[in-house]
């Protein structure tokens, strides 16, 4: 069983910026993909960015440019820096894991960021 703390959410302003972390409790952080997810109040979960165990990115179309997905594997830890904050970027942002040997999927609980002037 992983689990995956997110922190660094918050209100900011449109056009500020702010970083996300997601530390997993996990010796073997390397051999799992991992992702920032987001869901907005009344809509479906939807991908932010991905990066797999050879630090290969993938983002949506919607954050491309903006945003920065990055992993430590010293520190067990997926960051995501979310640059140019657009009210349209509001959302409880989730981190994910996922084994590169299996199927399953862990998830965090999430943390609130507000983007609003």
């Known amino acids: 069983q992983v689990q995956l703390v997110e922190s660094g959410g918050g209100l900011v302003q449109p056009g500020e910026s702010l970083r996300l972390s997601c530390a997993a409790s996990t010796s073997a952080f390397s051999f799992y993909n991992m992702g920032w997810y987001r869901q907005a109040p009344g809509k479906q979960r939807e991908l932010v960015a991905t990066i797999n165990s050879g630090g290969s990115t993938n983002y949506a179309a919607s954050v491309k440019g903006r945003f920065t997905i990055s992993r430590d594997n010293a520190k067990n830890t997926v960051y995501l820096e979310m640059n140019s904050l657009k009210p349209e970027d509001t959302a409880v942002y989730y981190c994910?894991?996922?084994?590169?040997?299996?199927?399953?999927?862990?998830w965090g609980l999430g943390t609130q960021v507000t983007v609003s002037s």
């Open positions: 994910n894991a996922v084994s590169v040997f299996r199927a399953t999927s862990y």
